[in-house]
T-cell receptor, first 113, second 111 residues
Framework: GAGVSQSPRYKVAKRGQDVALRCDPI?????LFWYQQALGQGPEFLTY????????KSGLPSDRFFAERPEGSVSTLKIQRTQQEDSAVYLC???????????FGPGTRLTVT | QKEVEQNSGPLSVPEGAIASLNCTYS??????FFWYRQYSGKSPELIMS??SNGDKEDGRFTAQLNKASQYVSLLIRDSQPSDSATYLC???????????WGLGTSLAVNP
């Protein structure tokens, strides 16, 4: 079956612009996670959904970051007024409800200029 | 703060040797432990999960878990150049589905 997909794969934004990153999880996966990964670092947790409920958003670095999953499937991570420090790879992962394993999409590389 | 620690490496082994990667974690309540492989420029790929003390083997990979010592390891037998990657250890945070990640160990397998 299809894996996790993310779009766009690459995004260049001028500082101050808003961006929206999309994640399509594996069909039927209940849990969805967003991570930020800087070069040479492990993934840093941003937020987590179980179905449409956002259960943990403790990793969102500022109120410029917002995520939603309105129908419990596709999720969007929005970053308002982008700053250079937002440049990173944004990873989405999904997980079936019965197990803890997470499966990652290819990521979106965001560059803020 | 809950932590997962790994040696950053690089760990360099000759082709055909056993590569041993180690990870320690701080949260005694953790129950699920994972090893991911990440090639440069790619996203993490799950290669092993382990939930119980002892060894779990899958092909050339063996995961070892010792909850008393809060230690989980990954052995790669007959290492191949294609195994050259960063290996990430991840541990669940108590009852939460959130995973806590190490910074990864870089492995280089030399032909």
């Amino acid at each position: 079956g299809a894996g996790v997909s993310q779009s766009p794969r690459y995004k260049v934004a001028k500082r101050g612009q808003d961006v929206a990153l999309r994640c399509d999880p594996i069909s039927g996966h209940v849990s969805l996670f967003w991570y930020q990964q800087a070069l040479g670092q492990g993934p840093e947790f941003l937020t987590y959904f179980q179905n449409e409920a956002q259960l943990d958003k403790s990793g969102l670095p500022s109120d410029r970051f917002f995520a939603e999953r309105p129908e419990g499937s596709v999720s969007t991570l929005k970053i308002q007024r982008t700053q250079q420090e937002d440049s990173a790879v944004y990873l989405c992962a999904s997980s079936p409800g019965t197990r803890y394993e997470q499966y990652f999409g290819p990521g979106t590389r965001l560059t803020v200029t | 703060q809950k932590e997962v620690e790994q040696n950053s490496g690089p760990l360099s082994v000759p082709e055909g040797a056993i590569a041993s990667l180690n990870c320690t974690y701080s949260d005694r309540g953790s129950q699920s432990f994972f090893w991911y492989r990440q090639y440069s420029g790619k996203s993490p790929e799950l290669i092993m999960s382990i939930y119980s003390n002892g060894d779990k083997e899958d092909g050339r990979f063996t995961a070892q878990l010792n909850k008393a010592s809060q230690y989980v390891s990954l052995l790669i037998r007959d290492s191949q150049p294609s195994d050259s990657a960063t290996y990430l250890c991840a541990v669940n945070a108590g009852n939460n589905r959130k995973l806590i990640w190490g910074l990864g160990t870089s492995l280089a397998v030399n032909p």
